[in-house]
């Protein structure tokens, strides 16, 4: 089991679990610097809510949150992870964006991002050909995969490209099957019982965190009071093929993915 942790960083007000506590860029930079401290592999930023009823946003709005959030890192980089040294490539903790406006995406890359976590099926096309010309990489929505291009998945089933042979990498870091976006509960559980099979067309990403499916599944209602929920549905992706969780308990899914893997492989990590 292989299985990376992204910590999420809401840099907005209205967010449905943690709306507000890192709207400033200080705040943000803070929490993403605890993140990194705590395990994460990834972090991912994002200045507009998605939940639903949420106010869309320009992307002008949206880029004048995360702009100074990525000016302050820009100026004093993120140290290394634990038990690294600076010139391990173990040691840099990638930047996503979770955006789907191809203007904060291109600018995002241009500030030291390096990868866009684009939410909308519309504008993937655009976001492949800005990632295409910055070398950045980019999650997309499963529904997606039919407008990428042979060759520009990394790892999966989408990696054979004209004339055979198979392509290290690509674009498309990672597809997601979109957790709670607009689902159903049985809709959620079926995206998430068929992991095995979306792993089989590419690297997966799941980001069911703290989201109505695990308050669905667990009848408690108060936001915050899940922790047990979500630690559930994370190691049921790690342990079904799922590449990356998207969880807000960075701390506590490192620890439950260690100990699993641990006893999955009988080593103990120091």
Known sequence: MNCKVMGIVNV?????????????????????RNMVDEGADIIDIGAESTRPGAQALSWE????RLEPVL????????APRKGTVPTDPRGTV????????????ERALDLGADIINCVYEGTVPRMLEICAQKCGKLVIPVNSLGTVPQ???SGGG?????????????VVAYIDPMIGFGTS???????????PELAKRGPVLIGASRKRIVKKLTGE??????????LGIAVWCAMKGASVVRVHDVKETVQALKVVAALESGVMED
């Open 12 to 32: 907005t007000p209205d967010s449905f679990s943690d709306g507000g506590k890192y709207f400033t860029p200080e705040e943000a930079v803070r929490r993403i």
């Open 158 to 170: 989408g990696t054979v490209p004209e004339g055979g042979g198979t392509v290290p990498g690509g």
């Open 221 to 230: 209602k108060l936001t915050g009071k899940n922790l047990g929920g979500n």
């Open 151 to 153: 060759g520009m998945i």
């Open 71 to 78: 000016q302050l890192l820009a100026k004093s980089p993120l």
């Open 185 to 195: 509960r049985e809709d959620d559980l079926t995206l998430l019982r068929s992991i």
């Open 61 to 64: 709005e949206e880029w004048s």
């Open 94 to 105: 990638p930047i996503s964006i979770d955006t789907y406006h191809p203007e904060t995406a």
